[in-house]
Protein backbone atom coordinates (compact mmCIF):
# COMPACT_ATOMS: atom_id res chain seq x y z
CA UNK A 1 0.00 0.00 0.00
CA UNK A 2 1.48 3.10 -1.20
CA UNK A 3 1.31 6.28 1.36
CA UNK A 4 1.57 10.32 0.89
CA UNK A 5 4.43 11.22 2.58
CA UNK A 6 4.55 15.20 3.65
CA UNK A 7 7.02 17.89 2.30
CA UNK A 8 8.76 18.44 5.74
CA UNK A 9 10.55 21.93 6.67
CA UNK A 10 12.47 20.65 9.83
CA UNK A 11 14.64 22.91 12.29
CA UNK A 12 17.36 21.51 14.39
CA UNK A 13 18.85 24.27 17.08
CA UNK A 14 19.41 21.60 19.91
CA UNK A 15 23.42 22.55 20.80
CA UNK A 16 25.97 24.20 18.32
CA UNK A 17 24.96 23.99 15.07
CA UNK A 18 21.85 26.05 13.27
CA UNK A 19 20.22 23.16 11.21
CA UNK A 20 17.57 23.39 8.44
CA UNK A 21 16.48 20.75 6.06
CA UNK A 22 13.69 20.11 3.54
CA UNK A 23 12.58 15.78 3.61
CA UNK A 24 10.06 13.90 2.08
CA UNK A 25 9.03 10.43 3.65
CA UNK A 26 13.29 8.97 3.94
CA UNK A 27 14.56 11.61 1.63
CA UNK A 28 16.54 14.42 1.96
CA UNK A 29 15.85 17.15 -0.69
CA UNK A 30 18.36 19.66 1.52
CA UNK A 31 20.35 19.87 4.12
CA UNK A 32 21.59 23.40 5.44
CA UNK A 33 23.62 23.56 8.34
CA UNK A 34 25.09 27.14 9.72
CA UNK A 35 28.18 25.98 11.76
CA UNK A 36 28.98 27.67 14.91
CA UNK A 37 32.02 25.85 15.97
CA UNK A 38 34.75 28.83 15.38
CA UNK A 39 32.29 30.65 17.63
CA UNK A 40 32.70 28.54 20.26
CA UNK A 41 36.18 27.66 20.05
CA UNK A 42 37.47 30.16 22.35
CA UNK A 43 35.40 28.76 25.20
CA UNK A 44 36.59 25.52 24.47
CA UNK A 45 32.81 24.08 24.26
CA UNK A 46 29.25 24.94 23.58
CA UNK A 47 28.93 28.17 25.18
CA UNK A 48 24.80 28.52 25.42
CA UNK A 49 24.52 31.97 25.58
CA UNK A 50 26.27 32.79 22.48
CA UNK A 51 24.32 29.83 20.71
CA UNK A 52 21.05 31.44 21.67
CA UNK A 53 22.24 34.50 20.37
CA UNK A 54 23.77 32.54 16.83
CA UNK A 55 20.66 30.71 16.31
CA UNK A 56 18.58 34.01 16.15
CA UNK A 57 21.08 35.67 13.94
CA UNK A 58 21.27 32.51 11.19
CA UNK A 59 18.02 31.00 11.06
CA UNK A 60 16.51 33.17 8.83
CA UNK A 61 19.26 32.59 6.46
CA UNK A 62 19.42 28.94 7.24
CA UNK A 63 15.34 28.07 6.17
CA UNK A 64 16.06 30.30 3.00
CA UNK A 65 19.29 28.68 1.98
CA UNK A 66 17.34 24.59 2.63
CA UNK A 67 14.13 26.02 0.81
CA UNK A 68 15.81 27.44 -2.36
CA UNK A 69 18.24 24.05 -2.24
CA UNK A 70 15.45 21.90 -2.50
CA UNK A 71 13.62 24.52 -4.71
CA UNK A 72 10.70 24.34 -2.33
CA UNK A 73 7.75 27.39 -1.85
CA UNK A 74 6.05 28.06 1.09
CA UNK A 75 2.77 26.45 -0.42
CA UNK A 76 4.56 23.25 -1.12
CA UNK A 77 5.43 22.26 2.07
CA UNK A 78 3.06 20.27 4.09
CA UNK A 79 4.51 20.33 7.72
CA UNK A 80 7.12 21.95 10.39
CA UNK A 81 8.87 19.67 12.61
CA UNK A 82 11.55 21.21 15.50
CA UNK A 83 13.57 19.35 17.54
CA UNK A 84 12.05 19.52 21.44
CA UNK A 85 14.91 18.10 22.88
CA UNK A 86 17.05 16.98 24.48
CA UNK A 87 19.41 19.81 24.19
CA UNK A 88 20.49 23.31 25.53
CA UNK A 89 17.27 24.81 26.66
CA UNK A 90 18.34 28.34 25.53
CA UNK A 91 18.90 26.84 22.15
CA UNK A 92 16.22 24.60 21.89
CA UNK A 93 14.04 28.00 22.85
CA UNK A 94 14.89 29.72 19.93
CA UNK A 95 14.14 26.76 17.28
CA UNK A 96 10.85 25.92 18.94
CA UNK A 97 9.58 29.49 18.93
CA UNK A 98 10.89 30.26 15.23
CA UNK A 99 9.08 27.36 14.40
CA UNK A 100 5.90 27.92 15.43
CA UNK A 101 5.68 31.45 13.93
CA UNK A 102 6.11 30.06 10.49
CA UNK A 103 3.98 27.58 11.49
CA UNK A 104 1.08 30.27 12.48
CA UNK A 105 2.43 32.77 9.75
CA UNK A 106 2.64 29.65 6.81
CA UNK A 107 -1.02 27.49 8.23
CA UNK A 108 1.02 24.48 8.82
CA UNK A 109 1.01 21.70 11.03
CA UNK A 110 4.01 21.72 13.57
CA UNK A 111 5.50 18.65 14.86
CA UNK A 112 8.06 18.07 18.02
CA UNK A 113 10.61 15.61 17.19
CA UNK A 114 13.53 13.71 20.09
CA UNK A 115 16.73 14.25 18.58
CA UNK A 116 17.76 11.06 19.64
CA UNK A 117 15.01 9.54 17.74
CA UNK A 118 16.44 11.83 14.43
CA UNK A 119 20.38 10.43 15.33
CA UNK A 120 18.94 7.10 15.36
CA UNK A 121 17.03 7.19 11.55
CA UNK A 122 19.64 9.31 10.46
CA UNK A 123 20.96 5.99 8.93
CA UNK A 124 18.19 4.92 6.56
CA UNK A 125 18.06 8.88 5.11
CA UNK A 126 18.36 9.26 1.34
CA UNK A 127 20.10 12.01 -1.05
CA UNK A 128 16.85 13.07 -3.20
CA UNK A 129 19.41 12.30 -6.20
CA UNK A 130 19.90 8.50 -5.27
CA UNK A 131 15.51 8.33 -5.63
CA UNK A 132 16.47 9.56 -9.18
CA UNK A 133 12.95 8.52 -11.03
CA UNK A 134 11.25 6.61 -8.33
CA UNK A 135 8.05 8.12 -7.04
CA UNK A 136 9.21 9.49 -3.50
CA UNK A 137 6.26 7.64 -1.58
CA UNK A 138 6.98 3.78 -3.00
CA UNK A 139 10.46 4.57 -2.58
CA UNK A 140 10.32 5.39 1.29
CA UNK A 141 7.77 2.04 1.86
CA UNK A 142 10.32 -0.39 0.18
CA UNK A 143 13.28 1.44 2.05
CA UNK A 144 11.64 0.69 5.72
CA UNK A 145 10.39 -2.65 5.02
CA UNK A 146 13.70 -3.78 3.78
CA UNK A 147 14.73 -2.80 7.32
CA UNK A 148 15.11 -6.38 9.45
CA UNK A 149 13.60 -5.13 12.73
CA UNK A 150 14.63 -5.04 15.74
CA UNK A 151 17.60 -2.82 14.87
CA UNK A 152 20.28 -1.26 17.56
CA UNK A 153 20.62 1.86 17.79
CA UNK A 154 24.56 3.10 18.34
CA UNK A 155 24.34 6.61 19.18
CA UNK A 156 27.88 8.48 19.93
CA UNK A 157 27.81 12.24 19.94
CA UNK A 158 29.46 15.06 22.42
CA UNK A 159 26.22 14.06 25.12
CA UNK A 160 25.08 10.54 24.45
CA UNK A 161 26.28 7.17 24.28
CA UNK A 162 23.52 4.88 23.96
CA UNK A 163 23.03 1.38 22.81
CA UNK A 164 18.83 1.32 22.18
CA UNK A 165 16.94 -1.27 20.40
CA UNK A 166 14.57 -0.30 17.46
CA UNK A 167 11.52 -2.71 17.51
CA UNK A 168 9.19 0.29 15.02
CA UNK A 169 9.20 3.92 14.24
CA UNK A 170 8.29 5.14 17.65
CA UNK A 171 8.75 2.01 19.64
CA UNK A 172 12.18 1.98 21.20
CA UNK A 173 13.96 0.11 24.32
CA UNK A 174 16.95 1.50 25.74
CA UNK A 175 19.14 -1.01 26.64
CA UNK A 176 22.32 1.24 28.31
CA UNK A 177 23.50 4.40 28.56
CA UNK A 178 26.88 6.40 29.60
CA UNK A 179 26.39 6.99 33.02
CA UNK A 180 29.08 10.27 33.34
CA UNK A 181 30.95 11.55 30.64
CA UNK A 182 29.47 10.68 26.60
CA UNK A 183 32.40 9.42 24.35
CA UNK A 184 32.88 12.24 22.42
CA UNK A 185 32.53 14.46 25.32
CA UNK A 186 35.68 12.59 26.35
CA UNK A 187 37.56 13.02 23.23
CA UNK A 188 36.81 16.65 23.17
CA UNK A 189 37.82 16.99 27.07
CA UNK A 190 41.22 14.93 26.67
CA UNK A 191 42.11 16.68 23.47
CA UNK A 192 41.13 20.07 25.36
CA UNK A 193 43.84 19.08 27.59
CA UNK A 194 45.96 18.04 24.94
CA UNK A 195 45.55 21.66 23.41
CA UNK A 196 43.74 20.60 20.23
CA UNK A 197 41.08 23.06 19.80
CA UNK A 198 37.01 22.55 20.13
CA UNK A 199 35.93 19.79 19.16
CA UNK A 200 39.01 17.33 19.51
CA UNK A 201 37.42 14.41 18.11
CA UNK A 202 37.78 14.88 14.33
CA UNK A 203 41.59 16.19 15.23
CA UNK A 204 42.24 12.83 17.29
CA UNK A 205 41.50 10.75 14.54
CA UNK A 206 43.89 12.16 12.36
CA UNK A 207 46.58 12.34 14.65
CA UNK A 208 45.36 8.78 15.38
CA UNK A 209 46.60 7.77 12.23
CA UNK A 210 50.29 8.86 12.73
CA UNK A 211 50.05 7.36 16.00
CA UNK A 212 51.06 4.00 17.73
CA UNK A 213 47.21 2.46 19.61
CA UNK A 214 49.38 0.37 22.06
CA UNK A 215 51.93 2.80 23.42
CA UNK A 216 49.56 3.72 25.85
CA UNK A 217 47.34 1.57 28.00
CA UNK A 218 43.66 3.06 28.94
CA UNK A 219 41.46 0.53 31.32
CA UNK A 220 38.59 -0.82 30.13
CA UNK A 221 35.85 0.24 31.79
CA UNK A 222 32.34 -1.62 33.63
CA UNK A 223 33.79 -4.89 32.70
CA UNK A 224 31.71 -6.77 35.48
CA UNK A 225 28.76 -4.46 36.00
CA UNK A 226 26.31 -6.36 34.11
CA UNK A 227 24.50 -4.10 32.56
CA UNK A 228 25.16 -2.30 29.57
CA UNK A 229 25.75 1.02 30.49
CA UNK A 230 28.86 2.85 29.77
CA UNK A 231 31.37 5.59 31.70
CA UNK A 232 34.14 7.50 30.48
CA UNK A 233 35.28 9.54 33.47
CA UNK A 234 38.14 6.47 34.25
CA UNK A 235 39.12 7.31 30.91
CA UNK A 236 39.35 10.63 31.22
CA UNK A 237 41.25 10.53 34.88
CA UNK A 238 43.52 8.36 33.36
CA UNK A 239 44.29 10.78 30.68
CA UNK A 240 44.64 13.28 32.73
CA UNK A 241 47.39 11.76 34.78
CA UNK A 242 49.24 10.51 32.11
CA UNK A 243 49.40 14.00 30.32
CA UNK A 244 50.73 15.04 33.75
CA UNK A 245 53.52 12.40 33.89
CA UNK A 246 54.60 13.00 30.63
CA UNK A 247 54.59 16.94 30.92
CA UNK A 248 56.31 16.89 34.07
CA UNK A 249 58.74 14.72 33.06
CA UNK A 250 59.65 17.02 29.31
CA UNK A 251 58.41 14.76 27.07
CA UNK A 252 55.53 15.88 25.40
CA UNK A 253 56.87 16.17 21.81
CA UNK A 254 54.26 15.79 18.67
CA UNK A 255 54.71 11.93 17.99
CA UNK A 256 53.58 11.97 21.77
CA UNK A 257 50.58 13.44 20.88
CA UNK A 258 49.83 11.17 18.15
CA UNK A 259 50.59 8.24 19.92
CA UNK A 260 48.20 9.35 22.96
CA UNK A 261 45.33 10.12 20.32
CA UNK A 262 45.46 6.62 19.16
CA UNK A 263 45.74 4.58 22.57
CA UNK A 264 42.92 7.15 23.93
CA UNK A 265 40.83 6.99 20.02
CA UNK A 266 41.07 2.78 20.65
CA UNK A 267 40.10 3.20 25.12
CA UNK A 268 37.16 4.78 24.00
CA UNK A 269 35.96 2.59 21.05
CA UNK A 270 37.36 -0.80 22.78
CA UNK A 271 34.49 0.17 25.38
CA UNK A 272 31.85 0.68 23.37
CA UNK A 273 32.60 -2.71 21.07
CA UNK A 274 32.27 -4.45 24.39
CA UNK A 275 29.50 -3.91 25.55
CA UNK A 276 28.30 -3.70 21.64
CA UNK A 277 28.64 -7.61 22.08
CA UNK A 278 27.56 -8.54 25.57
CA UNK A 279 24.20 -6.61 24.05
CA UNK A 280 24.36 -9.08 21.20
CA UNK A 281 24.46 -11.91 23.18
CA UNK A 282 21.95 -10.95 25.19
CA UNK A 283 19.06 -10.06 22.30
CA UNK A 284 20.02 -12.33 19.26
CA UNK A 285 16.91 -11.18 17.77
CA UNK A 286 18.96 -7.44 16.66
CA UNK A 287 18.58 -8.10 12.53
CA UNK A 288 21.26 -4.75 11.85
CA UNK A 289 22.95 -2.69 14.05
CA UNK A 290 22.56 1.62 13.55
CA UNK A 291 25.57 3.72 14.09
CA UNK A 292 24.85 7.63 14.29
CA UNK A 293 26.02 10.66 16.18
CA UNK A 294 28.68 13.09 15.60
CA UNK A 295 31.29 10.37 16.30
CA UNK A 296 29.75 8.11 14.07
CA UNK A 297 32.03 9.88 11.04
CA UNK A 298 35.04 8.08 12.71
CA UNK A 299 36.21 5.63 10.17
CA UNK A 300 38.01 3.73 12.94
CA UNK A 301 34.87 3.42 15.20
CA UNK A 302 33.38 2.16 11.90
CA UNK A 303 35.66 -0.60 11.80
CA UNK A 304 35.97 -1.36 15.30
CA UNK A 305 32.42 -1.90 14.90
CA UNK A 306 32.63 -4.41 11.59
CA UNK A 307 35.01 -6.20 13.63
CA UNK A 308 32.66 -6.62 16.49
CA UNK A 309 30.00 -7.56 14.59
CA UNK A 310 32.41 -10.20 12.82
CA UNK A 311 33.39 -11.39 15.29
CA UNK A 312 30.56 -12.26 17.35
CA UNK A 313 28.71 -14.00 14.14
CA UNK A 314 32.03 -16.45 14.21
CA UNK A 315 31.27 -16.88 17.73
CA UNK A 316 27.45 -17.53 17.47
CA UNK A 317 27.67 -19.28 14.47
CA UNK A 318 25.50 -17.13 12.65
CA UNK A 319 25.01 -14.44 10.06
CA UNK A 320 26.90 -11.11 10.06
CA UNK A 321 24.70 -8.05 11.05
CA UNK A 322 24.83 -5.20 8.61
CA UNK A 323 26.17 -1.89 10.32
CA UNK A 324 24.13 1.13 8.69
CA UNK A 325 25.81 4.30 8.95
CA UNK A 326 24.48 7.92 7.23
CA UNK A 327 25.58 8.60 3.82
CA UNK A 328 27.20 11.68 4.53
CA UNK A 329 29.13 13.35 7.34
CA UNK A 330 27.20 15.50 7.08
CA UNK A 331 23.78 13.43 8.68
CA UNK A 332 26.45 11.98 11.76
CA UNK A 333 26.48 15.25 13.42
CA UNK A 334 23.58 17.74 14.40
CA UNK A 335 21.59 18.24 11.45
CA UNK A 336 17.80 18.88 10.61
CA UNK A 337 17.53 16.49 7.88
CA UNK A 338 16.85 13.66 10.57
CA UNK A 339 14.53 15.49 11.93
CA UNK A 340 12.38 15.87 8.91
CA UNK A 341 12.75 12.23 8.53
CA UNK A 342 11.30 10.96 10.92
CA UNK A 343 8.65 13.79 11.47
CA UNK A 344 5.41 11.83 9.29
CA UNK A 345 5.09 9.82 12.13
CA UNK A 346 5.28 11.87 15.39
CA UNK A 347 1.86 12.95 16.52
CA UNK A 348 0.04 16.30 15.38
CA UNK A 349 0.39 19.03 18.23
CA UNK A 350 -1.22 22.20 18.17
CA UNK A 351 1.48 24.26 17.65
CA UNK A 352 1.51 26.42 21.15
CA UNK A 353 1.60 23.56 23.37
CA UNK A 354 4.75 22.59 22.24
CA UNK A 355 7.74 23.34 24.32
CA UNK A 356 11.57 22.65 24.63
CA UNK A 357 12.57 19.74 26.87
CA UNK A 358 16.24 19.98 27.64
CA UNK A 359 15.96 16.25 29.20
CA UNK A 360 13.40 14.48 26.59
CA UNK A 361 14.12 10.96 26.59
CA UNK A 362 12.91 8.32 24.30
O1 LIG B 1 26.11 14.66 17.22
P1 LIG B 1 27.00 15.80 17.50
O2 LIG B 1 27.26 16.78 16.38
O3 LIG B 1 26.46 16.64 18.69
C1 LIG B 1 25.85 16.08 19.79
O4 LIG B 1 24.59 15.85 19.72
O5 LIG B 1 26.57 15.81 20.76
O6 LIG B 1 28.38 15.21 18.03
C2 LIG B 1 29.48 16.03 18.30
C3 LIG B 1 30.63 15.16 18.77
C4 LIG B 1 31.82 15.95 19.31
O7 LIG B 1 32.21 15.37 20.54
C5 LIG B 1 32.90 15.75 18.25
O8 LIG B 1 34.21 15.78 18.77
C6 LIG B 1 32.55 14.36 17.76
O9 LIG B 1 31.14 14.36 17.69
N1 LIG B 1 33.09 14.07 16.42
C7 LIG B 1 34.03 13.11 16.20
C8 LIG B 1 34.31 13.14 14.80
N2 LIG B 1 33.52 14.11 14.23
C9 LIG B 1 32.78 14.65 15.25
N3 LIG B 1 34.65 12.27 17.02
C10 LIG B 1 35.55 11.43 16.50
N4 LIG B 1 35.87 11.40 15.19
C11 LIG B 1 35.27 12.22 14.31
N5 LIG B 1 35.60 12.18 13.02
ZN1 LIG C 1 23.26 15.32 18.35
New binding site residues.
Partial sequence: MSKNYPLVLAIDTS?DETAVAVTQGLMVKSNAVASQVQLHKQYGGVFPTVAKQAHIENLPATVKAAMSKAGAAWSDIELIAVTQGPGLAPALEVGLRFAQELAETHHKPLVGVNHIEG?LWSVVAQPWDRAGKTTPDLFTESEIEALKLPALGVIV????TDFILVEAPGKYQRLGWTVDDAA??C??KVGRMLGLGY????I??EFSTLGDAHKFEFPLPMTTSGDFNLSYSGLKTSARNKIAEIEAAGKMDKQTIYDLAASLQAGVFRHICHKLSKVLVKYPEVGEVWLG???A??RALRSALRQTLSTHATTTKSRRLRLRTPYSKKLC??NAAMIGVVAWWQPPQPSLALDRQPRLSL
Fill in positions: CHSGKHGELDPAGPLEGGVANGD
